[in-house]
Nanobody, 127 residues
Framework: EVQLQASGGGLVQAGGSLTLSCAVS????????IGWFRQAPGKKREGISC????????YIEDSVTGRFTISYDNAKNTVYLQMNSLKPEDTAVYYC????????????????????WGKGTQVTVSS
């Protein structure tokens, strides 16, 4: 069974850090595309950071470049999003999503449809 189990959200002050985790099961690594998407109130969902095993690359959206880092631990089948220097505008529900597909990470982050989604985790950054 394909599953994504996300965790790690919470409340943090501006300038603080959080790490989101997403445990992956049911996928094979060879064609795994996985990423973090977020949706703030009243805004469209956006892909902010993605990883492609088939292409061996990652993508970071401009607004979080230099502050967020995506990584994948193959031994633990877990993808992480390290978020530093958080800003109030980072407040959103964060979702991990994945698909068994050969695709570049940037293209995966821009997809409007992804097959498998984990439950969202709330990140709130206070000013």
């Amino acid at each position: 069974e394909v599953q994504l189990q996300a965790s790690g959200g919470g409340l943090v002050q501006a300038g603080g850090s959080l790490t989101l985790s997403c445990a992956v099961s049911g996928f094979t690594f060879d064609d795994l595309a996985i990423g973090w998407f977020r949706q703030a109130p009243g805004k469209k969902r956006e892909g902010i950071s993605c990883f492609s095993s088939s292409e061996g690359n990652t993508y970071i959206e401009d607004s979080v470049t230099g502050r967020f880092t995506i990584s994948y631990d193959n031994a633990k089948n877990t993808v992480y999003l390290q978020m530093n220097s958080l800003k109030p505008e980072d407040t959103a529900v964060y979702y991990c999503a994945a698909e068994g597909v050969i695709i570049r990470a940037a293209a995966f982050c821009r997809r409007s449809f992804v097959e498998v989604w984990g439950k969202g985790t709330q990140v709130t950054v206070s000013s």
